[in-house]
Structures are given as structure tokens and as C-alpha cells.
Nanobody, 125 residues
């Protein structure tokens, strides 16, 4: 089994930055895909970014502002969020699975097997 634990989110002003981390424990040596989703109140969970094997994918809404990175030695994935906007306010979830995905599948939350508990990010205007 795999456990994912996200760092604490926070409250930040529009235009500010925040970095989230997600530490994996358990059977982590086969975590080929790790990424981030988010869910705003009253909305469905949506894809943010993922590292799928050697490939990286971003949602159009965060491209150029967010950067996903991974430290395999620490079994940790990061999400650096810059130029934050109020519409980025959501609960952010770390997700992972023990295989790579077809490129078209990385955007679907149903393809991921393991999830963190979620962390709140609030961006004030």
C-alpha cells in the first residue's frame, strides 16, 4: 500500500506564491505517476499537473504559473504555484499510481489509485 501526505496549504494574496509537497510512504518504489488535482466548492475535482514517467503535463489554466517537480530520493512530489489567482482557491489533492498512463488518461482522476487527504489553498483578491 501507499500513503500520501500533503503539506499544509494556506492563505495567500493574489499574485503570491505557495509551494505544496506530497510525501509518499509504503510501496513507493513503483510510483511511476504522481500528480495533483484540485476541487473548488461546488465543482468537480479537476486535473492540475502530473509527472507520468518522464513526461510532465499541466492543465491549461495553470500552465506557465505552476511547476510540478519530483524528488525520487525523498519520494516526494512538489507543486510550486506562482502568480496565484482567486480562482486557484481549492482543496489540492496529491495522487499517484504504480504505472504510467497513456497520455490521454493523465487528466482523469479515476485513473489514479492513491490519494492524499487534501490541503486547502485560499487565494484572496
Amino acid at each position: 500500500q501507499v500513503q500520501l501526505v500533503e503539506s499544509e496549504g494556506g492563505l495567500v494574496q493574489a499574485g503570491g506564491s505557495l509551494r505544496l509537497s506530497c510525501a509518499a510512504s509504503g510501496r513507493t518504489f513503483t510510483l511511476y505517476t504522481m500528480g495533483w488535482f484540485r476541487q473548488a466548492p461546488g465543482k468537480e475535482r479537476e486535473f492540475v499537473a502530473t509527472k507520468n514517467g518522464v513526461n510532465t503535463y499541466y492543465a491549461d489554466s495553470v500552465k506557465g504559473r505552476f511547476t510540478i517537480s519530483r524528488d525520487n530520493a525523498k519520494n516526494t512530489v512538489y507543486l510550486q504555484m506562482n502568480s496565484l489567482k482567486p480562482e486557484d482557491t481549492a482543496v489540492y489533492y496529491c495522487a499517484a499510481l504504480q504505472r504510467t498512463l497513456y497520455s490521454g488518461d493523465v487528466y482523469s482522476s479515476s485513473k489514479y489509485d492513491y490519494w492524499g487527504q487534501g490541503t486547502q489553498v485560499t487565494v484572496s483578491s
